[in-house]
């Protein structure tokens, strides 16, 4: 799934031999991101340090005696190698474990095109399912200011009302088991690189997302960002501004038939691709489907391969309740 950039990378763009604008006492070792400001990198840490700490103290992300897990893919972000540093526990969630499929099996079935919905899907499933293995309260996810915009931007391109309304929520699933909060909301992605620049040894990037819509987004934010920076904070504060209609009618949360996971329809959309994945019919769940048994002409095509056994969301770590 992730790959390591070989060769040395290049350092944080440097500020010159200006004095720090922050303390006045240190050479200014970079220029932020965020704000332009030029600093030292000492006044930097204790910047960045401070920013997250509001974040989390004024939206109270958590109470004494919370139990938090950290949801960790292997980026720039979220990096394992950064938590097993700090001594704390590494709980492994595999697709295979999971659902029968790694990664690798379903680009090979499903091609570089629609991957990333998978990967999508069964990540965010695979979060909380680990989570609940370990029994914690929270999940602490690494998704940044750049990513909230992003979000942002695709409901809207997409007309994704349901989602558009609580995208920039810095807590969600509350009304769930277990919620997800992300302290970063409000923080740089660029910042985040470049605070512990010193500390990481390998940068990790998907290799299956050359063609991900999201890149699209992404490439977009970063041009805005280098015209006016404060682009994606507006944009975050533009989506939080958004009110929904009250005559609209959003989908009412259920849960899955047939893996007990959070869903609005009968089945939930991991069940749904993994089904279109084990009859040999990977496309069954993207885009204008009308269902898992029939409705659409690929669910009229002979299966091309055998059923695999039916995926841990059953299986092998049990049914779970959500």
């Known amino acids: 799934m992730d790959s390591a950039v070989d060769g040395p990378r290049q350092p944080p763009a440097r500020a010159g031999n200006r004095l720090c604008t922050r303390c006045g006492e240190r050479k200014a070792a970079l220029k932020r991101p965020k704000t332009l400001e030029q600093i030292c990198r000492e006044c930097f840490y204790i910047v960045f340090e401070d920013e997250i700490h509001q974040t989390i103290v004024d939206n109270n992300l958590f109470k004494p005696g919370d139990r938090v897990a950290i949801g960790a893919s292997g980026g720039k972000v979220a990096d394992t190698t950064d938590l097993l540093q700090y001594g704390l526990p590494l709980k492994i969630v595999s697709y295979k474990d999971l659902y029968g499929w790694t990664m690798d099996d379903i680009v090979k079935a499903i091609g570089l095109k629609n991957n990333c919905t998978f990967c999508g899907v069964f990540r965010r499933q695979a979060l909380d399912r680990g989570a609940a293995l370990l ?96 682009a994606i904070l507006d944009i975050i504060k533009s989506g939080e501004n958004f009110r929904i209609s009250t005559t609209t009618r959003m989908p009412e949360q259920g849960t899955c038939e047939r893996c007990g996971y959070i869903s609005s329809q009968k089945l939930c959309k991991a069940c749904v691709l993994l089904d279109g994945l084990n009859r040999g019919l990977p496309k069954l769940g993207i885009g204008r489907t009308k269902g898992v048994a029939g409705g659409d002409s690929d669910s009229e095509q002979q299966d091309k391969r055998p059923e695999r056994s039916r995926s841990s969301l059953q299986g092998k770590h049990g049914n779970i309740d959500f």
């Not at 997409?158 to 970063?184: H, M, V, W």
């Not at 490439?219 to 960002?225: G, R, S, T």
């Open 135 to 230: 029994k914690v309260d929270k999940i602490v996810t690494g998704h940044n200011a750049d990513d909230i915009a992003e979000t942002v931007l695709l409901n809207i391109l997409r007309g994704d009302i349901a989602r558009l309304s609580r995208c920039t929520f810095i807590t969600t699933g509350e009304d769930g088991p277990i919620p997800r909060c992300k302290p970063f909301k409000y923080t740089y992605e660029k910042e985040i690189v470049i605070y512990p620049y010193y500390a990481i040894s390998h940068i990790f990037s998907c290799i299956y997302s050359p063609n991900a819509y999201r890149g699209f987004a992404r490439e977009f934010i970063k041009d805005l960002e280098r015209m006016r920076p404060r």
